[in-house]
């Protein structure tokens, strides 16, 4: 049987967190900000982001080997949300969640 070691436990970990700050942040902070926080294209890549978070840290619970794939994209999807939040502005916590989580997958995609 194989178990996840510390350093994808700890990826695991950042996925959940950056799926949770990408969700309430979305629900919470943008649709009461209204205007640029909620036009479709960086809407969608928010619950994107949160999605693949969620997938990928599933992958590595299941000690799936898939999971190199969904980290490659979870660090993509991640980096892209991290700089929209940035450049839209009053989004640290997500910015700052995305960038740790992309670091993490892309650690566990290689």
Do not use: W
Request: proline share 1%; glycine share 2%.
């Amino acid at each position: 049987m194989t178990h996840i070691n510390a350093e994808m436990q700890a990826c695991v970990e950042e996925c959940l967190r950056c799926y949770s700050v990408c969700v309430s942040t979305a629900m919470d902070h943008c649709l009461e900000m209204g205007g640029a926080h909620v036009e479709k294209q960086h809407f969608t890549l928010m619950m994107a982001c949160a999605e693949m978070c969620r997938t990928s840290a599933h992958f590595m619970l299941l000690a799936s080997p898939h999971h190199r794939h969904t980290c490659a994209e979870c660090a993509e999807i991640c980096t892209e949300c991290a700089d929209d939040c940035e450049r839209i502005g009053d989004m640290q916590a997500c910015v700052d969640a995305c960038r740790r989580c992309a670091e993490s997958c892309r650690i566990m995609s290689s």
